[in-house]
Structures are given as C-alpha cells and as structure tokens.
C-alpha cells in the first residue's frame, strides 16, 4: 500500500498499470483505425497526478515518458518533456479537477491532451520530423472522450485487493 493515499494501489498495480498501457500504446492497429488510437499513457499519467501527485506526479511522468520514447522510438525524452509538463498542470489544478463533475474533468483533459499533442508537434518540427497530417490531432478528443472510462476503470482497478 502506498503511503499517503487514501486508496490501496500499489507498486506493483503501478508497474502493471504502465506496462499495459505502454503495451496498448505501441502494439499495432489496423491502419485505418490508427489515428484513432487514444493516448493511453496519458490518460494514466493524468489519473494518477490526480490520485497522488506526491508519490505519482512529476517523476512518474518523466520515467513514463522516457518508457514511452523507448517504446516508440521516437527522439529521446519528447514524450517525457511534454508528459511532465501535462502532469505538472494537473497537479497544480487537481483539487479543482477532481471537484468537476465528469464532463467537465473530461473537458480540462481535453485541454491538457490538446497542450502534450501540440507540444509533440513542436518538438517534431523541430527536429526536422515535422507530421503536419490533421488525423495526428484525432487522438486527442477519442482520448478525453474515453476519461470518464478510464477514471472508473482506473478506481475499480485501485479499490481491489
């Protein structure tokens, strides 16, 4: 049990937790569907910002970024530089977050996925991968429209034992 939560989600729920959405993240999906593919670490990133940004903020969305760089293969640290800027946002704001009622938690998630999606394409056009197709932004509303989803399943998964 983690210390200073009010759940009982631990280390290894945690580990699970990201390894299966890292897995979701990269595995392959038909082509057609691809731009549709929520963002999933991000989703897990915020929820546990919102959870315990103590133990789960900052930090973990660095190391979850670079995971995902990894994964990906994309530029080193790009996903861990804008993943620790969403979460540093969702920290500061998770009293009020977590106070909306679910639309409008999914609405300020639309808002910090569209700041990640953006700063990912910052960083690609500066580094010379520029992807300027508009189904790259598709990901963003499929993602904040799953939150409400994810948050119950997300709290299903810490309350078991």
Same mark, same amino acid.
């Given at each position: 049990?983690?210390?200073?939560?009010?759940?009982?989600?631990?280390?290894?729920?945690?580990?699970?937790?990201?390894?299966?959405?890292?897995?979701?993240?990269?595995?392959?999906?038909?082509?057609?569907?691809?731009?549709?593919?929520?963002?999933?670490?991000?989703?897990?990133?915020?929820?546990?910002?919102?959870?315990?940004?103590?133990?789960?903020?900052?930090?973990?969305?660095?190391?979850?970024?670079?995971?995902? !760089? &990894?994964? @990906? %293969?994309?530029?080193?640290?790009?996903?861990?530089?804008? +993943? =620790? $800027?969403?979460?540093?946002? #969702?920290?500061?704001?998770?009293?009020?977050?977590?106070?909306?009622?679910?639309?409008?938690?999914?609405?300020?998630?639309?808002?910090?996925?569209?700041?990640?999606?953006?700063?990912?394409?910052?960083? !690609? &056009?500066? @580094? %010379?991968?520029?992807?300027?197709?508009?189904?790259?932004? +598709? =990901? $963003?509303?499929?993602?904040? #429209?799953?939150?409400?989803?994810?948050?119950?399943?997300?709290?299903?998964?810490?309350?078991?034992?």
């Amino acid at each position: 049990m983690m210390h200073g939560t009010r759940t009982n989600f631990g280390w290894v729920r945690v580990v699970v937790l990201t390894v299966l959405t890292l897995a979701a993240t990269v595995l392959p999906l038909p082509e057609p569907l691809e731009p549709y593919r929520p963002n999933f670490v991000a989703l897990t990133v915020l929820w546990f910002c919102l959870l315990s940004p103590r133990l789960l903020g900052l930090g973990y969305a660095w190391l979850a970024g670079l995971a995902l !760089d &990894g994964f @990906a %293969g994309v530029l080193l640290g790009q996903h861990a530089l804008t +993943l =620790t $800027v969403i979460a540093y946002v #969702a920290c500061k704001l998770r009293l009020q977050i977590r106070a909306f009622p679910p639309l409008q938690q999914s609405a300020v998630i639309l808002a910090l996925l569209w700041l990640n999606e953006f700063l990912l394409f910052w960083i !690609d &056009g500066i @580094a %010379g991968h520029a992807i300027t197709d508009w189904r790259r932004w +598709l =990901t $963003v509303p499929v993602s904040a #429209a799953l939150w409400p989803l994810v948050n119950g399943l997300f709290a299903r998964y810490a309350s078991r034992r």
